[in-house]
């Protein structure tokens, strides 16, 4: 049961697309002070687990530090950061009293799970503006699936976006992507998607196409096209002041743009040096920007990424001028108002700073709205412009989309990923953690820059990271300009990353059939082990093992050096290894603790007692996967039933795309 409480006047966010009538009663589970902003607390017993909270660091259990939801451009996913780039405000208190508690609040939000107080939860805002609902269920994974009705279906890309990609910021020319596609296609490893970061653009001018690198774009994503892979150019908030940029014309032309107090456009340097936000929380505006992805996908582009869309500010031009003056008080006086000791923060605090998010507004429905008052609004409503204007363009079809910033309510219309890692080993479990709690709030097209994106990348890294990514469903080898180049050609012994790869492909049709069952049916595709064994204490403590779909667990290998792992079975389980030559190995191990052997060129996963899954022969992309005659792999004598649709459209419901397949 639900039940929404409403406190002040709140912004309407559009996460809940249920109705939900006001609660005449009932508790809040907690006590709700309004005397300086919103303060819920609530007590924490010791063995109470906190789940939730979708992009955010640590663990499966949220116990134990404070989270704040502030959409934030952040490089550095170091174990003491708060915000990432997404807000997601739903967390479940699972133990002495279960409940969900769904925060829809736009703005800054913290939550401190017992830090401040290790046995005390409270979420605590500037203003008292908001929607509050509290879910009663019998477990979590009821509640879960409750919360995931009342925020609407989860967004479904084609299936070629279940296929591998590959990304790297720094591909320039034509010849760099033909590098890339010649690299794959000649090694035989598996690939669907090119990715297009910002140097496609012509001075990172949105929608728009280097003009000496790019003379005849269709023709490009043709002959890309005829290798069967797709190009999926990024698109990022910020457009570039020019004049003659049609877009930043049109957008000054009609006041698309989001503004200053004294109604000027507000300016912001990202890449393209200054630049506008598009004001994507006013529906006219929204279309607008929404219709622009056409001049792309008229030239045959069927997938985008949006990025810096929190919405990332290097600096505006008052930060700037606020800082020199600083650095002249300074100077003329070195003993001064400003100390040595903040001299660096002159400079450091001009990025994504404060004061610029409290300067500028957008329009809402004739209201002007300050933007800080409603932050973490701005990457969702750019994404749904992109999905809105998709469904005007073909509403049948399905488009790749996904974002880095993303509130409850985006997920409806693209997904994310987990943006600017690092390529250390931690961030192969941060990766794993995020997954299921990501589930929770919608978001099940999701996957980390596999390989991590800053920093340099080794290759035994990359092998682990890529055979977890085998079970996400954005598969992504992305990084930075300046680090070392992770391509999966690019490192020795090619046939150990074809050989992950493969399996990925191999594995697709029964991932695709469970993604698809998790999004039809609100529910989630990673789940904690808690999950499915309630009734198993040691379930609850596992932190680096997940049930994917219905069928399988997984249990990847995430330390250096390491030629295998321990892992937990809450119940007796066949463990699968596909190995190097392409056979699959199987054993069946009694529920407890083991430790399993696992070479850096296998992929590892179990099958849950009494279930199968089919296993494909692999293919080189994904609209060669042939699944007519599918090996069963897993417990004799059951059955599973597969969904499988076209892959391109949207025609869910038919019956004829589930078949049950025995083993
Ligand atoms: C941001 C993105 C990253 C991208 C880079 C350049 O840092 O998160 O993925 O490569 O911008 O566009």
């Known amino acids: 049961m639900v039940q929404k409480y409403v406190y002040g006047t709140p912004f309407e966010t559009e996460a809940v697309t249920a109705r939900i009538d006001r609660a005449k009663g009932g508790s809040v589970c907690g006590e709700v002070s309004l005397d300086d902003g919103f303060c819920f607390t609530c007590a924490l017993e010791d063995d109470d687990v906190v789940y939730g909270l979708g992009e955010a660091n640590r663990g499966i259990n949220k116990r134990g530090f404070c989270y704040v939801s502030d959409c934030t451009d952040t490089p550095h996913h170091t174990e003491d950061l708060q915000s990432f780039y997404g807000a997601h405000n739903f967390i479940v208190v699972s133990g002495s009293r279960t409940f969900g508690l769904f925060v829809d609040y736009p703005s800054k939000l913290t939550f401190d799970i017992g830090f401040t107080r290790m046995d005390r939860l409270s979420i605590t805002c500037e203003r008292a503006d908001l929607y509050l609902y509290v879910i009663d269920g019998e477990t979590p994974y009821d509640i879960v699936k409750q919360f995931r009705r009342m925020i609407g279906r989860s967004y479904i890309p084609p299936k070629f976006a279940f296929g591998f990609g590959q990304s790297r910021w720094g591909y320039r020319t034509k010849e760099d992507f033909r590098e890339v596609a010649e690299g794959y296609r000649k090694n035989h490893i598996p690939i669907d998607m ?130 020199a003056e600083k650095v002249q008080a300074f100077f003329r006086n070195p003993a001064g108002e400003v100390s040595n000791m903040d001299v660096d923060v002159l400079v450091e605090g001009l990025a994504n700073n404060e004061k610029d998010y409290a300067s500028f507004y957008h329009q809402v429905n004739g209201q002007r709205v300050r933007h800080d008052k409603v932050h973490n609004l701005f990457g969702y409503n750019m994404t749904r412009a992109a999905g809105e204007a998709f469904e005007r363009l073909d509403p049948e079809k399905r488009f790749l989309m996904f974002s880095r910033s993303s509130y409850v309510g985006m997920h409806r219309y693209g997904g994310i990923w987990m943006g600017d890692n690092m390529s250390w080993w931690s961030h192969i479990l941060l990766n794993l953690r995020m997954l299921p709690s990501l589930n929770m709030c919608g978001f099940l097209y999701t996957g980390a820059d596999l390989g991590g994106f800053n920093a340099d990348a080794s290759r035994d890294l990359v092998l682990r990271w890529m055979a977890l990514g085998v079970f996400t469903p954005l598969m992504r080898n992305h990084s930075s300009m300046g680090t070392r180049e992770q391509e999966c050609f690019r490192f020795e012994r090619v046939e150990d990353f074809r050989h992950i790869v493969e399996v990925r492909y191999r594995l697709l049709p029964y991932l695709y059939s469970e993604y698809m069952k998790a999004a039809l049916e609100d529910d989630m595709y990673a789940k904690p082990l808690a999950f499915v064994y309630p009734q198993d204490a040691h379930a609850v403590q596992v932190e680096d093992q997940l049930i994917l779909g219905d069928e399988i667990m997984i249990a990847p290998v995430y330390t250096q050096n390491a030629k295998g792992r321990y892992v937990y079975l809450p119940e007796e389980m066949m463990f699968v290894k596909f190995m190097p030559d392409g056979s699959i190995c199987q054993e069946m191990l009694p529920a407890g603790h083991h430790y399993v052997d696992i070479a850096l060129n296998e992929v590892p996963l179990f099958i849950r007692k009494g279930k199968c899954i089919p296993v494909a022969e692999t293919a080189e992309y994904v609209e060669a996967l042939d699944t007519t005659d599918m090996k069963m792999i897993g417990y004799p004598g059951s059955s599973y039933t597969l969904y499988e649709d076209d892959g391109i459209h949207k025609d869910y419901d038919n019956p004829a795309n589930r078949r049950i397949l025995k083993s």
């Open 194 to 323: 090119i990715y297009m970061d910002i140097d496609y653009m012509q001075d990172y001018k949105d929608f728009t196409l280097n003009e000496e690198n790019f003379p005849d774009f269709p023709a490009f994503v043709r002959e890309i096209k005829e290798q069967q892979i797709r190009l999926i150019p990024i698109i990022d908030a910020g457009v570039k002041i020019e004049d003659g940029y049609e877009v930043y014309e049109e957008g000054v032309k009609n006041g698309y743009f989001c503004k200053r107090e004294d109604g000027s456009d507000f300016v912001a340097a990202v890449w393209p040096g200054y630049t506008h936000f598009p004001d994507v929380l006013n529906p006219e505006a929204r279309q607008w920007f929404g219709d622009k992805y056409k001049l792309l996908t008229d030239q045959g582009i069927e997938g985008f990424w949006n990025d810096m869309n929190e919405p990332a500010i290097f600096y505006t031009p008052e930060g700037v001028r606020e800082a």
